[in-house]
């Protein structure tokens, strides 16, 4: 059975950085895309990045486009989004996702779900 297993968030000062990771247990992802998305209170779940299985393309919602960047390790089975400039609208619950082969920002073209790690921005 595959796992996604979120860390990384904590409590920022805006303006700072947090680096989240996603490891992948039980089977390996390496053939499919790996997103990130966030929910916050009262809000639906939205995209933020997504990378394909070989690395080789990104896409970025266009409110962290720039200061977020996405990776992945598929040797070590782990998926991380560098976050930088952090801003208060940052503050979600960040969830990591297996995705299709193709990159997509459709919560619902997503089949497995971590459990979120969660980020609060400070102003």
């Known amino acids: 059975q595959v796992q996604l297993v979120e860390s990384g968030g904590g409590l920022v000062q805006a303006g700072g950085s947090l680096r989240l990771s996603c490891a992948v247990s039980?089977?390996?992802?390496?053939?499919?895309?790996m997103g990130w998305f966030r929910q916050a209170p009262g809000k639906e779940r939205e995209f933020v990045a997504a990378?394909?299985?070989?690395?080789?393309?990104?896409s970025y919602a266009d409110s962290v486009k720039g200061r977020f960047t996405i990776s992945r390790d598929n040797a070590k089975n782990t998926v991380g989004l560098q976050m930088n400039s952090l801003k208060p609208e940052d503050t979600a619950l960040y969830y990591c996702?297996?995705?299709?082969?193709?990159?997509?920002?459709?919560?619902?073209?997503?089949?497995?779900w971590g459990q979120g790690t969660q980020v609060t921005v400070s102003s």
């Open positions: 990378i394909t299985w070989n690395g080789a393309s990104t």
């Open positions: 039980g089977r390996t992802v390496s053939r499919s895309t």
């Open positions: 996702a297996r995705g299709p082969w193709n990159l997509n920002a459709d919560s619902r073209q997503y089949d497995l």
